[in-house]
């Protein structure tokens, strides 16, 4: 059936198996084949597939109401997701607004930005500084504040063209501070760029707290999150933390802004959210931004599926399932374990130059030489074919260029938060395979240790 003819297209041509089934962390395809899902498909699938009480909780809603639009009905699952979700994350955010995806979320957190600055007769602030390398969505409004060449360069003359600050990927800092210091010369990157555009110009500050695809869960060091917002106060700018990777507790805390005691003005979450089970996101505001734009006439922006019972059933069933089955301190464990693993292999491939993240967002990057971080060439492809060759073995794995989108190779591995021990030591089996594969391949040195 695989090589059936296909009236569907998506980025490129690639032809995949049909799927057939999933269950826990694995996906079967039809013919029998059985993958791990070692990247939660795009980071989504937090709480593992087919879970039978979500499955429940969702055929009981279906058999009520599938769509009840929300300028005609309240309903009890938007409702009680948004109670839900307001319960789970630190005070302060305490108002939602749902959206299906990660680019609506974005998107939305933007606009409510902008609509809040105007009900404070600051029309003039309407630049939103990001981060390059960064990831925030695909459509023009997101993509705008997404740092990755090739997504973005098709259609640059279509952009406004946001302003970027660098991410701070203190790795491949070859100067001699320390890590607090090089943290802090980042954020003051921030603040150099906020004073040069003219304070009362800048709306916002985006930023990914680990970062996703783009960087490949990337983390700053501890000093960066606190200066940061201390940043945005000192000149009014809402700061944004796109939560929508790792958000619902993918890092090892519900809303990855709690490793450091950061509350951001606006959050956007998806993915992990609905995990997959239905197309959700949400963002989650203060209600001192929320309540002057309702004042103000109301806020100029909606999707027609906000708020659908259905997906909202399915959401409020997911966090109930992680509450219940301590799945976020579930990922904080297991990330630990899945970390030590990933960092041992770096004995073996020399090649492995950085391993980094958070909870159940890793990754590991490879470099030509860990002394300069010199990627390696281009042209190897690495990202795209470590994929394919842990894929024939039956592991799934996610990857992306480091660099901007245009060098470097990185690799996220991150599981559904449902996963065991044995079940990490099962992967990094097939992965071990997959990489001695990759170096034979391209000629790369091995080492013993693994
Ligand atoms: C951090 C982040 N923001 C936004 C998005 C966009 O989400 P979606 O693809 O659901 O529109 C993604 C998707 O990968 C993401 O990782």
């Known amino acids: 059936m695989t090589n ?20 826990g962390i694995y996906l079967f395809d039809e013919t029998g084949k059985r993958y791990i899902d070692g990247s939660s498909g795009a980071m989504v699938s937090s709480i593992g597939h087919s879970n039978p009480r979500v499955l429940a909780r969702m055929k009981a809603q279906m058999d009520k109401a599938t769509f009840g639009y929300r300028l005609h009905f309240r309903t009890h699952p938007s409702e009680d997701l948004a109670a839900k979700t307001v319960a789970m994350t630190p005070e302060g955010l305490d108002r939602v607004f749902f959206v299906s995806g990660g680019s609506e979320a974005v998107e939305s957190a933007v606009k409510l930005a902008r609509q809040y600055a105007l009900t404070q007769g600051q029309g003039t602030r309407h630049r939103v500084i990001s981060r390059f390398p960064s990831y925030h969505g695909c459509t023009f409004g997101a993509l705008d504040l997404t740092g990755y060449d090739p997504l973005r360069d098709p259609f640059a003359p279509m952009l406004e063209g946001m302003p970027k600050v660098p991410a701070p990927a203190t790795y491949l800092d070859r100067d001699t501070l320390s890590e607090e210091a090089r943290g802090l010369k980042y954020a003051e990157m921030l603040r150099d760029r906020i004073v040069e555009l003219g304070p009362d110009t800048v709306l916002a500050f985006l930023m990914e707290p680990v970062g996703g695809a783009s960087t490949g869960a990337l983390v700053a060091p501890d000093s960066y999150y606190g200066r940061v917002r201390e940043i945005c106060d000192e000149f009014g700018v809402i700061l944004i933390y796109d939560e929508v990777m790792t958000g619902a507790g993918r890092t090892g805390k519900f809303l990855a802004a709690e490793h450091w005691g950061i509350t951001p003005d606006i959050v956007a979450m998806s993915k992990g959210f609905g995990a997959g089970y239905a197309p959700l996101g949400a963002i989650i505001a203060r209600s001192t931004l929320v309540e002057p734009v309702l004042d103000a006439g109301g806020f100029a922006h909606g999707f027609t599926y906000a708020g659908n019972p259905l997906a909202c059933s399915a959401g409020l069933a997911v966090l109930e399932e992680m509450e219940q089955q301590g799945l976020v301190e579930n990922a904080a464990r297991m990330g630990r374990v899945l970390m030590g693993e990933l960092r041992a292999l770096m004995d073996r491939y020399p090649f492995i130059g950085d391993v980094r993240g958070k909870g159940l967002l890793t990754a590991f990057e490879f470099v030509a030489d860990r002394q300069t971080m010199e990627p390696l ?32 190779d990185h690799f996220l591995i991150a599981p559904p938060l449902i996963i065991t021990a044995p079940q990490i030591a099962e992967m990094m089996a097939i992965l071990r395979e997959a990489l001695d594969a990759f170096a034979a391949e391209v000629g790369l040195p091995v080492g013993e240790a693994a």
């Open 4 to 23: 059936a003819p296909s009236y569907l297209f998506y980025q490129s041509r690639n032809p995949r198996p049909f799927l057939d089934y999933g269950e």
């Open 377 to 408: 060439p281009p042209r190897l492809d690495a990202h795209a074919r470590l994929v394919e060759l842990a894929y024939e073995r039956g592991l799934i794995i996610y990857s992306r260029r480091t660099r901007g989108g245009t060098a470097g």
